[in-house]
């Protein structure tokens, strides 16, 4: 009988299901939740539930989430259940307390632990005292990056839980190299944006304060100054980040040089026009699926010294890493890679050839199947020692929120 594995995750879950259908080729019977409406999973046959769950709500309304998980995983009787994403790690755990194995994917620490806020320092000791916390209903930890691994051995986060280090969820060359073909061609997109043949410094991602657009923004006239026909287009939501969101009037301000185009669904073509991937992020990243993305499209990528950035871009090999916020330093790399055309090709074949060895999705899905395996053999699992009652769990993370509050 094939197990049964329920992977749940966030609003942008479908990006995940290149993975979710190599675990099906692998035997598994796999049931996606997420926050989404699901129409992404239908296409590709995969069974999907959806729950109602707010990333920018806060704790103290994540009870009906919990709920709703709590009343699935009745439904679907999963053998193994999957997580990522930072709430949904929190969440799921709380809503199985023992009943399933879980694994959780750490994919970045985010917000909390990237920004300076008054905000995000005062919740810096709740989300730690939740981690340990839900550490008691986690069969196995796993990490994207090295550094977040150490971060939560430090802290003493993991509890009974183990810890495993699994680099990003796996990208499918082959499909990308695909996706890419069947696209525009790079002269096409360019004419069809009004960018013929100027430099084309791209951005691909959710354009916020966290993912450091100000920086870039600010970059940008430094970075014209030494190449006046270069254009930077940035490519991502903005609308639906809330309160983090960058004002639209400041992308305006660097009109023409700047051109916002939103979400797409054609990235792999809009990379392959671009000649410098810049990725200037304030988050703990996992590792950033546009990180790899920009590395198998043969672009030198200019990155910050954050985790997840920094196992993708080797310094001076593949690109450049610069400092979180400097906005000079950034743009200085940009120009040195727009300077030297044949240098900035070939970091570019490097990145194609180290995303290909580290991330490729076959050997990161293997990893995954691996680390199931161990745990449905090895049943039970967790903490039986301490089994908790869904009222002794409540009370534990109310006084974590409680304490954020004060």
């Given at each position: ?53 707010d990333r920018f709500g ?335 769990a409540e009370d534990g ?10």
């Open positions: 009988m094939n197990p049964h594995l329920v992977c749940v995750g966030g609003e942008d879950h479908a990006l995940r299901i290149p993975f979710l259908l190599a675990l099906r080729d692998r035997g598994f019977r796999i049931t996606a939740v997420s926050s989404s409406d699901g129409a992404a999973f239908a296409r590709h046959e995969l069974p999907h539930r959806q729950y109602a769950f806060s704790f103290g309304g994540a009870w009906a989430a919990i709920r709703q998980l709590r009343g699935l995983m009745k439904e679907l009787r999963p053998d193994i259940v999957q997580s990522f994403d930072t709430k949904p790690n929190l969440l799921m755990p709380l809503a199985g307390r023992n009943a399933v194995p879980i694994v959780r994917t750490i994919n970045g620490l985010g917000w909390v632990f990237s920004s300076e806020e008054p905000r995000a320092l005062a919740l810096r000791p709740v989300f730690c005292g939740l981690q340990r916390l839900v550490s008691r209903w986690t069969a196995v930890t796993v990490f994207q990056n090295r550094e977040d691994q150490a971060f939560f051995e430090r802290r003493r986060m993991l509890g009974p839980s183990q810890g495993r280090l699994i680099g990003s969820s796996g990208i499918d060359a082959d499909a990308f190299a695909m996706a890419q073909q069947s696209g525009l061609p790079s002269d096409g997109l360019r004419n069809q944006l009004g960018l013929g043949v100027a430099e084309i410094v791209l951005f691909v991602g959710r354009l916020t304060r966290q993912k450091g657009i100000p920086t870039l923004l600010k970059a940008i006239p430094a970075v014209l100054a030494h190449r006046k026909h270069a254009r930077f287009v940035l490519v991502g939501p903005r609308d639906s980040e809330g309160p983090f969101s960058v004002d639209q009037a400041d992308i305006d301000r660097l009109a023409p040089h700047v051109i916002a185009l939103g979400a797409r669904s054609d990235v792999p073509a809009l990379l392959g026009m671009a000649d410098v991937f810049a990725f200037p992020t304030e988050y703990r990243e996992g590792v950033p699926r546009v990180l790899l993305e920009a590395g198998l499209a043969g672009l030198p990528i200019v990155a910050t010294r954050m985790p997840g950035c920094s196992d993708v871009v080797e310094d001076c090999r593949n690109g450049y890493l610069v400092a979180p916020r400097d906005a000079d330093a950034l743009a200085a790399r940009i120009v040195d890679l727009l300077r030297d055309p044949i240098g900035a090709r070939v970091m570019g074949a490097r990145s194609v050839a180290l995303v290909r060895e580290r991330f490729g999705l076959t050997q990161v899905v293997e990893q995954y199947c691996d680390t199931y395996r161990q745990i449905l053999n090895n049943r039970p699992i967790g903490d039986p020692v301490r089994p908790a009652s869904s009222r002794t993370l109310a006084r974590e929120l409680r304490a954020g509050r004060q």
